[in-house]
């Protein structure tokens, strides 16, 4: 068995969740719809996301400083939609529909959101929240706590 900082291989967690999961193989990751948004015609596909109450945000960046580097990508999810991609280089200078969905009342989640919001900062966007960083949630959620899959099943 593995220690209390080893990740558990497929088989070893399928051995753990038999009776919680109905998993019998990894979960296909690939086969998630999206639209990929790189021209102004396309920007009305955000509509549908001013309207939802909580909204994954995604940076792809050209590297990890605020200061110097830039967004490339930036990946919007909601439930029930396809996860918009959008390029940040082709739209540089529209953004007039993002800024709706930032400074919307949904819950803006991302993970290590802080990097997210710095970036986007930079480009001028104002972001109002409510937010949920998971990283955040990930730490407090396991602080003090033994870390495996066994010990956080159990609660």
Partial sequence: MPNNYDFYSWQETLAILPKKSPLTHPPDLFKTDYIYIDQIEQ???IIPYLQASAIGIDCETSGLDPLKDEIRLLQ????????????QIALNEEKEYIQKIFTSSSLKIGHNLKF??????????????PFFDTMLGYQVLIAGLKKNLVFLLSL
């Fill in 43 to 45: 920007l009305p596909e």
């Fill in 76 to 87: 919007l999810a909601i439930p029930d939609y396809p996860v918009l991609i959008i390029d």
């Fill in 116 to 129: 997210e919001l710095q970036f986007l900062t930079r480009l001028g966007f104002k972001l109002s929240p």
